[in-house]
């Protein structure tokens, strides 16, 4: 099992949609990002995994940052 390396690059997400009356794997992916209230704020790595998470959810959440 091999990972890639990131270099470092980092992306920092927002919440600003609410979960309610959303669908259960939405929610889901908002607690794998580490986002589950309102304006929460999250530095996570970026690679491709939470790139998919965040598309998965794009009206729930906001990209703030990339470095």
């Known amino acids: ?5 990131t270099d470092g690059k980092t ?3 927002q919440q600003i949609g609410s ?3 959303r669908e259960p794997s939405q929610r889901e992916t908002l607690i794998g990002l580490g986002l589950n209230k309102m304006r929460r ?6 690679t491709p995994a939470v790139r998919g998470m965040i598309n998965k959810v794009a009206h ?3 990209v703030v940052d990339e470095v």
């Open 19 to 21: 979960p309610l009356r």
């Open 11 to 13: 992306v920092t997400v």
């Open 41 to 46: 704020t999250r530095t996570l790595q970026d």
């Open 60 to 62: 729930l959440v906001r």
């Open 1 to 5: 099992m091999s990972a890639k390396k």
